[in-house]
């Protein structure tokens, strides 16, 4: 149980993307970030757990961010339009498969840990991963602290876990800083392809045990 002990408390952290035509809608498909994370220093004996790469499922409004750690595939589910959230864990090695259903409460919580942002759209331009892009300044509101937000129109895709703090500055974020449960991250989109998505992807098939976030904390003996 050592190994999903571990492994839990990195899906909370996570839990918490081919070029387009210009101004081009993509309803459905993949989008793969490269990302780095910065732990505090209670936390670093957690890093080499975790991901150097986020891929979203995404349709409509659904998005699914998975990821590989280890032995584990963790993915987030998400619906941003309905609030809804559910982490699947599936460690193989173990014959483990839990899904956790958040309580919006628990959502709320989880959010309150991240920074209040405030942009200010720039007048500086860079073509990143040939997209042209915006640079924008997030301010948290709390602290003062500035961060680098670079944005594109080139293309439309709904917001998934990632980007979810910075998806309202005027475009689709392909450079950024981000916040997960107050953990700063680093990202930067790496692929976006447009392709179907494997049906039933946003659910939990039969076999996955059901477990509340609380029993997932205790796991780590989180409080």
């Excluded at 209670?42 to 080499?48: F, I, L, N």
């Excluded at 976030?213 to 780590?220: I, N, P, S, Y």
Aim: proline fraction near 5%.
């Amino acid at each position: 149980m050592k190994i999903i002990s571990k492994l839990a408390l990195c899906a909370l952290l996570v839990a918490g993307f081919s070029k387009a035509d210009a101004q081009k809608k993509i309803n459905e498909g993949t989008v793969t970030y490269n990302v780095s994370f910065e732990l505090p220093a209670d936390k670093q004996q957690y890093a080499a757990l975790l991901p150097k790469e986020i891929t979203s499922y995404f349709r409509g409004d659904s998005t699914a961010s998975t990821v590989q750690q280890g032995p584990a595939t963790i993915k987030t589910i998400q619906d941003y339009k309905t609030n809804y959230q559910t982490l699947l864990i599936d460690v193989p090695a173990a014959s483990k498969k839990i899904a956790v259903v958040l309580k919006p409460d628990e959502i709320e919580q989880m959010d309150a840990t991240d920074p209040k942002l405030t942009p200010t759209t720039g007048t500086e331009k860079q073509t990143i991963d040939g997209y042209k892009c915006t640079k924008v300044t997030a301010t948290d509101a709390k602290t003062g602290a500035k961060y680098d937000v670079w944005v594109t129109k080139d293309i439309d895709i709904v917001p998934n876990s990632l980007t979810r703090l910075v998806s309202t500055f005027g475009g689709v974020p392909i450079k950024f800083v981000t916040f997960n449960q107050g953990i700063k991250v680093n990202a930067e989109i790496k692929e976006i392809k447009e392709t179907p998505v494997p049906k039933g992807y946003f659910t939990a098939t039969k076999d996955y045990q059901s477990m509340t976030m609380d029993e997932l904390k205790a796991m780590t003996g989180g409080k």
